[in-house]
């Protein structure tokens, strides 16, 4: 027998009836869906004057009523927020995307990290390779030579952590790249998804500003924007919500995952949090030149290994996207997604068992 649902809607909705009772049944649908633990929804007009949000589950499993703004972990919605930090770091002249990472990353760290047919090609690796999934590197989470990968333990819900060196290890000793760094000049490009890019690309923004991610994403977007809700595992603000988070789950169990979730340097946030950031990205008003955000777009290459998490623990990361013009080169996550009705924007989270 089906466990009944609980849904909360926000007060401060303002869609026409039919909008809301279409809505409404939508959620319902996708809470009630097998495999789905909890879910969120939030969709509103490029102007803010239409709006609609709510969250819900089955109402015999929640400790906690979920709420519109309850925050969850985004994973690897939080690479929008690198990328941003990266175009910001070139408009102030801290980086250029194409420059090779041994312009900013010491040779003792990335000697030997892309070895290919034979041949070190770490030195042909630009930003720009990294930003956009094509440098050919392997993704730190993926298969190894040897022991358990760290989608493993995702899947088992096991605990685990590790640090930006272990990534460096790992890549270097356990895992091969897929292919050489790509010649971006050309019309289409191999682009293969790795975490480990993004972990490099964090690496090089705290090297050549001297600041931790923690804080450039304080200073340069949440601050600014008025995120609240939006932040670093491990670096809560004093006054973010006090929302209970989103549970995690390993088939019906709830499970702490804290060491992953902070070793994986991905977010906590709210639809709303992210609704507001992807409105003022596409904007440009996160950029000094509102060009910028054109390079968001500049590449549309198929990541054929993009993460789906449709795991028994995990918010599905890749699917509880907030929509966005175009296949961003980019801008990962959204690789191979068409664009929304010009004028809206949504954001969406579920939870799966």
């Given at each position: ?78 690479k929008r927020f690198v990328i941003t930090l ?268």
């Amino acid at each position: 027998m089906t466990a009944p649902l609980a849904m909360t809607q926000a007060p401060d909705n303002h869609v026409p009836a039919d909008v809301d009772t279409r809505l409404t049944d939508l959620l319902a649908e996708l809470a009630s869906r097998g495999g789905i633990r909890q879910a969120a929804v939030a969709v509103a007009s490029d102007d803010g004057t239409q709006r609609w949000s709510a969250a819900a589950g089955p109402a015999d499993t929640i400790a906690h009523p979920l709420r519109p703004d309850t925050p969850f972990f985004i994973a690897s919605i939080t690479k929008r927020f690198v990328i941003t930090l990266v175009l910001q770091a070139q408009e102030r002249g801290e980086i250029d995307l194409a420059a090779p990472i041994t312009d900013y990353l010491p040779a003792n760290t990335i000697t030997g990290l892309h070895v290919f047919g034979g041949v070190d090609r770490t030195s042909s690796i630009t930003v720009r390779h990294l930003a956009s999934h094509t440098s050919g590197l392997p993704d730190h989470f993926e298969r190894r030579r040897d022991g358990p990968s760290l989608n493993e333990h995702l899947l088992a819900g096991r605990d685990t952590a590790w640090t930006f060196e272990d990534v460096i290890r790992t890549t270097r000793d356990r895992q091969r790249p897929h292919f050489a760094p790509q010649d971006l000049a050309a019309p289409r490009q191999k682009a293969r998804y790795s975490d480990t890019g993004f972990q490099l690309l964090i690496r090089i923004l705290e090297t050549v500003t001297g600041r931790p991610f923690a804080d450039l994403l304080a200073e340069r977007i949440t601050e600014p924007l008025g995120l609240t809700s939006t932040w670093l595992p491990g670096h809560r603000p004093a006054g973010a919500t006090t929302t209970a988070l989103l549970p995690l789950y390993s088939g019906r169990t709830p499970v702490e995952l804290t060491s992953l979730l902070e070793s994986s340097n991905d977010l906590f946030s709210t639809t709303g949090d992210l609704l507001a950031f992807q409105r003022a990205l596409l904007r440009g008003d996160l950029f000094r030149d509102p060009h910028s955000r054109g390079l968001l777009t500049e590449r549309r290459n198929r990541l054929r290994n993009i993460p789906i998490l449709r795991t028994d623990w995990a918010p599905c990361s890749t699917r509880s996207v907030v929509s966005c013009p175009g296949g961003a080169a980019l801008s990962p996550s959204s690789a191979t997604r068409e664009p929304p009705e010009r004028g809206s924007f949504t954001a969406r989270n579920s939870s799966c068992i």
